[in-house]
């Protein structure tokens, strides 16, 4: 238990840090480029707003998600057994829901600790950003059924690769 506090501890201190650290850098990117300052605070206080009214419904769907979503569920289709079955599983997982990316993060990580592969978290999370439904439509009806289709076998590809790529190399460090 108190190894746990520690990490914990340690956990809080890093992101701490990392705020304070992209602060003094924003600070001085302001500095250094004051006639964006007006720019970057209304996207800023945009993003923030988002958040603010974002996440909390997303905490308590993940509440809800911890709860209700047994371990076994995750390990059958998303775990280390599940092959190409939970590829696919989260490529369709990734692509159906529709918001931005820091949504699926959290998402992500309670699917890691329910029992998910890491490249499957990474294919969800990539699915997440790269590949959409809306989106698709979006790209068929500007963009042609040809390259819509090549872009979308090939983003499907190299996301597979990318999570198997990434997991090997979490495995080796």
Same mark, same amino acid.
């Given at each position: 238990?108190?190894?746990?506090?520690?990490?914990?501890?340690?956990?809080?201190?890093?992101?701490?840090?990392?705020?304070?650290?992209?602060?003094?850098?924003?600070?001085?990117?302001?500095?250094?480029?004051?006639?964006?300052?007006?720019?970057?605070?209304?996207?800023?206080?945009?993003?923030?707003?988002?958040?603010?009214?974002?996440?909390?419904?997303?905490?308590?769907?993940? *509440?809800?998600?911890?709860?209700?979503?047994?371990?076994?569920?995750?390990?059958?289709?998303? *775990?280390?057994?599940? *092959?190409?079955?939970?590829?696919?599983?989260?490529?369709?997982?990734?692509?159906?829901?529709?918001?931005?990316?820091?949504?699926?993060?959290?998402?992500?990580?309670?699917?890691?600790?329910? *029992?998910?592969?890491?490249?499957?978290?990474?294919?969800?999370?990539?699915?997440?950003?790269?590949?959409?439904?809306?989106?698709?439509?979006?790209?068929?009806?500007?963009?042609?059924?040809?390259?819509?289709?090549?872009?979308?076998?090939?983003?499907?590809?190299?996301?597979?690769?990318?999570?198997?790529?990434?997991?090997?190399?979490?495995?080796?460090?």
């Amino acid at each position: 238990m108190r190894k746990d506090r520690k990490q914990q501890k340690k956990k809080i201190s890093r992101d701490w840090i990392l705020l304070g650290l992209v602060l003094i850098i924003s600070i001085v990117l302001l500095l250094i480029f004051p006639d964006r300052k007006e720019a970057v605070t209304t996207v800023s206080w945009k993003y923030f707003i988002e958040m603010i009214l974002i996440l909390p419904a997303i905490m308590v769907l993940l *509440g809800l998600f911890t709860v209700w979503v047994p371990k076994d569920i995750i390990v059958k289709y998303l *775990g280390s057994a599940s *092959g190409l079955k939970g590829i696919f599983f989260a490529i369709a997982l990734g692509t159906l829901p529709t918001g931005p990316l820091y949504i699926a993060f959290p998402i992500a990580a309670a699917l890691l600790k329910k *029992g998910a592969k890491i490249s499957n978290i990474i294919i969800f999370l990539s699915s997440w950003a790269c590949i959409k439904i809306s989106q698709e439509m979006v790209e068929l009806q500007f963009l042609g059924s040809k390259f819509m289709v090549v872009r979308l076998v090939l983003t499907i590809v190299f996301v597979i690769i990318m999570g198997i790529f990434v997991e090997k190399m979490i495995e080796v460090t």
